[in-house]
């Protein structure tokens, strides 16, 4: 954002896609859709930047073995988007939603399925727009080493995907002001299409296999296809009937299946990768959080089976229902007789436990644990980081200036 809230948009003397252009004398390869498309990417070393339909910036890391090597990662790039951002004025925020703009101040990244993506899913979920131009996420991409050990952390990831998201509820501002819960994000995502979204009931079974996912993948509608460097749009068809019957002539092919696996929105994703989904954009100390929370228990066999064992009986249904809580009550979302409070508790519990056995440690000493510090204290009070960004915001006498200053992620 700029000083007085305003998005930087896409284009323009300063603009996001000047960014882009600056970190490409940085090393980046800048990439497009297509040749002499707009820029939109940037590439290094198993790393990328991309943007999401309202500019929003990603850097999507490159491989690491360890939480420390993600921490290093994010602080470099926060170093190498600080020159411009200096000089221009601009302000880098960590939440999971814009905290001033509304819908009509964006102008959406002109990559080809965005268009599609905006008249299309409006028709699925009033909150849609929203999500594209607004929202922001932070997530972390894990390793499986067999189809069972893929489904294992699918099924808990999934069962654990509302609890993730109230212990990283980091949303509470909307249109410049507190909107009275602490995710907006959260709220969001219960209206924007149920098809492609949510908790992905048939991977709960403890017989779930590939093909429970790929059966569930071919019902979504599709967006678009490309062929010739072409878009060729057939919103709503199921990639099953596509691969059935086609589509004006067109049969599908692999990256046709593969671009739609990238089109499916679940609070925990299966690709290459599995891929935590769950949590609002984070500020800068508690950046590392989420990769800490979710490496000490998915690659930690025994903390692995502890989460597998805590979570064995919990329902789609009864898990779902607290979707509709979390984005208000953070913390404090009733679960049967008990709260996400305790519950989290028992998670770090078995999260710093796998860390502990991992036993990386930093160039101080520090194993992975430390990255999981701030957000323990957090939950030994039963706050989340939305609470700490609302404390006290009431007395703020430049509520703009206020919130810039407690998100400000220190790159501009």
């Known amino acids: 954002v700029f000083a007085d809230g305003r998005p930087v948009p896409y284009e323009g003397d300063v603009s996001v896609r000047a960014i882009l252009e600056d970190l490409s004398k940085q090393g980046w390869t800048p990439e497009a859709e297509h040749p002499g498309g707009p820029l939109l990417a940037l590439l290094r070393d198993g790393a990328s930047i991309t943007l999401e339909p309202g500019a929003q910036l990603e850097l999507s890391g490159a491989p690491l073995l ?184 067109h049969k599908p092919n692999f990256s046709d299946w593969k671009t739609h696996l990238n089109t499916l929105f679940p609070e925990v994703r299966l690709k290459n990768t599995i891929e935590v989904r769950s949590a609002d954009a984070q500020g800068a100390k508690m950046a590392c959080a989420l990769p800490a929370l979710w490496t000490g228990i998915f690659y930690d066999a025994k903390a692995l089976s502890a989460a597998e064992a805590l979570t064995a009986d919990w329902t789609h249904e009864e898990v779902a229902a607290t979707r509709k809580e979390l984005w208000n009550k953070g913390l404090q979302t009733r679960f049967r007789a008990t709260t996400f409070q305790t519950l989290a508790e028992k998670v770090l519990e078995i999260a710093e436990g796998g860390l502990e056995r991992r036993g990386y440690k930093s160039s101080s000493g520090n194993d992975e644990r430390v990255h999981l510090m701030r957000l323990k204290d957090l939950v030994s009070k039963g706050q989340t980081p939305a609470d700490r960004l609302l404390d006290g915001i009431e007395n703020a006498k430049d509520m703009t200036a206020e919130i810039i200053a407690r998100t400000d992620l220190g790159a501009g």
């Open 66 to 249: 360890h939480t420390h090597q993600i921490c290093a990662e994010f602080r470099h790039h926060l170093s190498e988007i600080a020159p411009y951002s200096n000089a221009h004025g601009i302000k880098w925020l960590g939440l999971g939603f814009h905290p001033f703009a509304k819908r009509e101040d964006f102008v959406m990244v002109p990559k080809s399925r965005y268009p599609i993506m905006r008249d299309y899913l409006p028709t699925r979920g009033s909150m849609a727009l929203d999500m594209m131009l607004r929202t922001s996420t932070v997530q972390a991409n894990f390793d499986f080493l067999s189809e069972a050990d893929a489904m294992t952390k699918m099924r808990v990831g999934l069962k654990l995907a509302p609890l993730t998201a109230a212990l990283f509820a980091n949303s509470p501002f909307v249109e410049g002001k507190p909107f009275g819960g602490k995710s907006y994000r959260a709220k969001v995502w219960l209206d924007v299409d149920n098809d492609r979204s949510g908790l992905v009931s048939t991977m709960w079974k403890k017989t779930a296999t590939f093909t429970d996912y790929v059966e569930w993948a071919l019902d979504v509608p599709m967006f678009m296809f490309k062929r010739n460097g072409e878009k060729v749009v057939n919103t709503g068809q199921t990639f099953r009937s596509f691969w059935k019957s086609g589509f004006s002539g």
